[in-house]
Structures are given as structure tokens and as C-alpha cells.
Nanobody
Framework: QLRLVESGGGSVQAGGSLRLSCTAA????????MDWHRQAPGKQRDLVAN???????FYADSVKGRFTISRDSAKNTLYLQMNSLKPEDTAVYHC??????????WGQGIQVTVSS
């Protein structure tokens, strides 16, 4: 089964930047879309950004203009560049990949903490 592993999380002060990586143990070209979601304590998991196979992107309003989703197919890696971070961005961030069948593969999640 294909594994997705997130990295690059950690603690940063408000206004800082982090880049999350999601590396697949396989070819990410099999995914029709790949997403980043996040879940803050006591809240539901929300979509942050989406990237389709043909390069279209979608961003939640709360991160638009600050976050950028991208991929490096040669490295089988999905990225989330996060700039101008705010305390409300604090959450566990998860990546996923969706097959055309609709089946989802999820990463285990990584903590991002933004202090004021």
C-alpha cells in the first residue's frame, strides 16, 4: 500500500514561514488530486489546499495569498509553502492523494504551531 509521509512541521513565531513536504513511497502521478488538510484541537479537519493532476489549485479563503501548494513529480513529493503564519494556523496538517476511483491515501499528519 502506498505510504504518504509528511515532514517539515514545527514551531514558528507569527509572521514566519514553514514548508511542509509530503513524500510518497511510490509514483504520485497515480493521484488525480492531492490535498493538504488541517485539524486544530477540538475542530473538524478542513481542506487547506488542493492540486489537480493538470496543475489547477484551490485554496481555502483563510490561507489564500499566504500558502502555496506545489509538487515535484521527480521526487514524488507534494509541498505546502506557508508564509505569514498566524496563530490560527496552528494545527496538525495532513496530506492526501486521491485515485480516480475515489480511494484516498492519507499521511499520518504533522504538527505546526504558530506562537504570537
Amino acid at each position: 500500500q502506498l505510504r504518504l509521509v509528511e515532514s517539515g512541521g514545527g514551531s514558528v513565531q507569527a509572521g514566519g514561514s514553514l514548508r511542509l513536504s509530503c513524500t510518497a513511497a511510490g509514483n504520485i502521478a497515480i493521484f488525480s488530486t492531492m490535498d493538504w488538510h488541517r485539524q486544530a484541537p477540538g475542530k473538524q479537519r478542513d481542506l487547506v489546499a488542493n492540486l489537480t493532476q493538470d496543475g489547477q489549485t484551490f485554496y481555502a479563503d483563510s490561507v489564500k495569498g499566504r500558502f502555496t501548494i506545489s509538487r515535484d513529480s521527480a521526487k514524488n513529493t507534494l509541498y505546502l509553502q506557508m508564509n505569514s503564519l498566524k496563530p490560527e494556523d496552528t494545527a496538525v496538517y495532513h496530506c492526501n492523494g486521491r485515485l480516480e476511483s475515489g480511494y484516498l491515501f492519507w499521511g499520518q499528519g504533522i504538527q505546526v504551531t504558530v506562537s504570537s
